[in-house]
């Protein structure tokens, strides 16, 4: 069985992301600047926006901060009126706040944060696991688990 070796870390990759970005936006003026001259008018590109977030830690949260629904805050905040476009989501790891696997109730409470979404479907959130998400035994055996973690499926995406 082979095992995905990560070489960077999520710290890196929020790095490079936002230097695309960064990117992006410095590259704005000179589009503009094309958009005005006399040359025929070209479509608009097609954007693919990505939301990326990461460490809702929902067990710790629910229990030790007051009842919040960290994951399905932000959620509901991003599809709001006052939100933000997205085509795909990035979690980035440690949607659980445990050590380990979420047992059976945490993950019961992640399917139904997630059930909170209106605009988009499940299937377009992509989970990565952080190191609260990982099998604690993997550890302990010197290997890091995969880095991927089989959550639990909301019934709409169960064939």
């Not at 006052?82 to 992640?110: H, M, R, T, Y």
């Not at 377009?124 to 890091?144: I, P, W």
């Amino acid at each position: 069985m082979s095992r995905i070796c990560w070489k960077y870390s999520r710290r890196e990759v929020l790095k490079t992301l936002g230097a695309v970005g960064a990117g992006a936006i410095l590259r704005f003026p000179l589009l503009e600047a094309a958009k005005k001259s006399n040359q025929p008018k070209r479509e608009a590109p097609k954007q693919f926006r990505v939301w990326i977030f990461s460490d809702a830690h929902v067990g710790r949260d629910l229990k030790y901060g007051n009842g919040r629904e960290s994951l399905a805050d932000a959620i509901r905040q991003s599809e709001s009126p006052s939100g933000f476009d997205w085509d795909i989501a990035l979690n980035l790891g440690d949607i659980s706040g445990n050590v380990g696997l979420p047992k059976d109730e945490e993950g019961a409470e992640i399917v139904k944060q997630f059930g909170v979404l209106k605009k988009h479907r499940r299937e377009q959130v992509y989970d990565l696991g952080g190191n609260h998400d990982r099998a604690s035994t993997n550890r302990r055996n010197g290997g890091g688990g995969s880095g991927l973690i089989p959550l639990a499926s909301t019934p709409s995406s169960r064939t």
